[in-house]
C-alpha cells in the first residue's frame, strides 16, 4: 500500500490491495458519503496474480483538512 498527498491541491492518491471489489465498493462509497471528501475515484482496478484486488483511488479532499487549525470530529 502507498499513500501519495498533494495538501496544496487537497488530492491523495491510494494504491493498494483488497480481498475483494465488495469491500473496494464499500469503502468507494464511504469515502463518497465523507463531507471531508470533495471527490472520489477508482484510478486502476486489477485482479493481482494473487488472485487480490489491487487499486489505485483518488481523493480531492477538502482543503480545510490541510489547515494547522484542522480539529476532526470525533
Known sequence: SQVSINPR???VLLSGQTQSFE???QQL????EDALVKNAAL???AIGQEGKIEFNLSLSLDPEVFSPS???IE
Do not use: C, N, T, Y
Not at 29 to 32: K, M, N, S, Y
Open 29 to 32: 462509497l464511504i469515502f463518497r
Open 70 to 72: 484542522f480539529q476532526p
Open 43 to 45: 484510478e486502476k482496478v
Open 9 to 11: 491541491g487537497g488530492a
Open 23 to 25: 469491500s473496494l465498493g
